[in-house]
């Protein structure tokens, strides 16, 4: 099979490989997935540029959590039932060596979501890691129904899923943006309001909610965590998924004068029931319509170094997809 990987980690375009490979089987309890699309997040950057500083788990890597294709061969004590069927995928390269940024993929059964009637491979991609995360960050402090919520980082692709799985479990979403192009992304999403970044910004939550928002969905905890201790209500929650600073200081006291509760966010080790509810949840909002996440640009396998690189650099906001 055609596949890309690297073996050292670097910059994408000294890494990255594109080769034959000997496609892969499903073992007892797994799928295997002909992909049309793998999706890139930004932890397959990370990860292929030692950001975090875990080195090399596996000697030969191929990268990507997230791909969507159609299952064409399953493992014992799966139904051959599956095979057929289109299918979005998540964590194939969590605690695994080999991902989607291949024409082949095999992944556990409880990994794979079905994709949607009228739903794209591409949009496929997008789904896992954003989804999941989304989904935990809104849900784990608990129901969020009547409440109002703060989703920092609106447009972005977990801000998005966020801002659209909290309103659809009945929420009020207030999302904060950097640019009008943005706001309109997560309006479209589904947020009530969405307020531009800037002077002002925690007094012009507190006006929306004037007793504090009740939980807050966080993608710059460094850079945000003075303006969410300040809108918190009392009792309030934090959910954390990225920081903008790998050491973020804490406002130690307000916290605690607030009651707060901190949450953070890894979608690796979100506990898999969870996993399988919010890809339930998912697949219930592109049924009921909604459109899914921006895509940005599409390359194909053999340009995936420059992909990558689109990550590191975009031009414009939205997800990068890596057709096959």
Same mark, same amino acid.
């Given at each position: 099979?055609?596949?890309?990987?690297?073996?050292?980690?670097?910059?994408? &375009?000294?890494?990255?490989?594109?080769?034959?490979?000997?496609?892969?089987?499903?073992?007892?309890? @797994?799928?295997?997935?002909?992909?049309?699309?793998?999706?890139?997040?930004?932890?397959?950057?990370?990860?292929? !540029? *030692?950001?975090?500083?875990?080195?090399?788990?596996?000697?030969?890597?191929?990268?990507?959590?997230?791909?969507?294709?159609?299952?064409?061969?399953?493992?014992?004590?799966?139904?051959?039932?599956?095979?057929?069927?289109?299918?979005?995928?998540?964590?194939?390269?969590?605690?695994?060596?080999?991902?989607?940024?291949? %024409?082949? +993929?095999?992944?556990?059964? @409880?990994?794979?979501?079905?994709?949607?009637?009228?739903?794209?491979? @591409? !949009?496929?991609? #997008?789904?896992?890691?954003?989804?999941?995360?989304? &989904?935990?960050?809104?849900?784990?402090?608990?129901?969020?129904?009547?409440?109002?919520?703060?989703? !920092?980082?609106?447009?972005?692709?977990?801000?998005? #899923?966020?801002?659209?799985?909290?309103?659809?479990?009945?929420?009020?979403?207030?999302?904060? #943006?950097?640019? *009008? *192009?943005?706001?309109?992304?997560?309006?479209?999403?589904?947020?009530?309001?969405?307020?531009?970044?800037?002077?002002?910004?925690?007094?012009?939550?507190? %006006?929306?909610?004037?007793?504090?928002?009740? &939980?807050?969905?966080?993608?710059?905890?460094?850079?945000?965590? %003075?303006? *969410?201790?300040?809108?918190?209500?009392?009792?309030?929650?934090?959910? +954390?998924?990225?920081?903008?600073?790998?050491?973020?200081?804490?406002?130690?006291?307000?916290?605690?004068?607030?009651?707060?509760?901190?949450?953070?966010?890894?979608?690796?080790?979100?506990?898999?029931t969870a996993k399988k509810e919010a890809a339930l949840a998912v697949n219930e909002a592109l049924a009921a319509g909604w459109p899914g996440l921006d895509i940005a640009a599409t390359f194909p396998l053999e340009a995936i170094a420059q992909a990558?690189?689109?990550?590191?650099?975009?031009?414009?906001?939205?997800?990068?997809?890596?057709?096959?």
């Open positions: 099979m055609l596949a890309a990987w690297y073996e050292k980690q670097g910059p994408a &375009h000294e890494v990255l490989t594109v080769g034959e490979m000997p496609e892969p089987q499903p073992l007892a309890g @797994e799928v295997r997935i002909r992909l049309a699309a793998s999706g890139i997040n930004a932890g397959d950057v990370k990860k292929r !540029q *030692d950001a975090y500083g875990y080195g090399m788990p596996y000697p030969r890597i191929i990268p990507h959590s997230d791909g969507a294709g159609s299952v064409d061969a399953v493992g014992a004590g799966v139904s051959s039932q599956w095979v057929g069927r289109r299918v979005w995928c998540y964590a194939a390269q969590t605690y695994r060596p080999f991902g989607t940024a291949a %024409e082949y +993929t095999v992944v556990p059964l @409880e990994r794979v979501a079905l994709l949607p009637d009228g739903v794209a491979f @591409e !949009q496929g991609a #997008c789904l896992g890691i954003p989804g999941i995360t989304a &989904h935990r960050a809104v849900h784990v402090a608990g129901p969020v129904q009547g409440s109002t919520i703060l989703v !920092q980082g609106g447009a972005g692709a977990v801000g998005a #899923c966020a801002v659209q799985l909290a309103q659809r479990a009945g929420a009020r979403v207030i999302a904060t #943006c950097r640019s *009008d *192009d943005d706001r309109a992304i997560a309006l479209r999403a589904g947020a009530d309001v969405a307020l531009l970044t800037g002077e002002g910004l925690a007094a012009r939550i507190r %006006e929306l909610a004037p007793d504090g928002v009740q &939980h807050i969905v966080e993608v710059a905890l460094g850079a945000n965590i %003075e303006t *969410d201790v300040t809108v918190l209500a009392q009792g309030g929650s934090i959910a +954390t998924y990225a920081s903008d600073v790998f050491q973020p200081e804490i406002p130690y006291w307000p916290l605690v004068f607030s009651n707060a509760r901190l949450f953070f966010i890894g979608s690796d080790d979100v506990p898999p990558h690189e689109y990550v590191e650099h975009p031009t414009q906001p939205g997800r990068v997809i890596v057709t096959i």
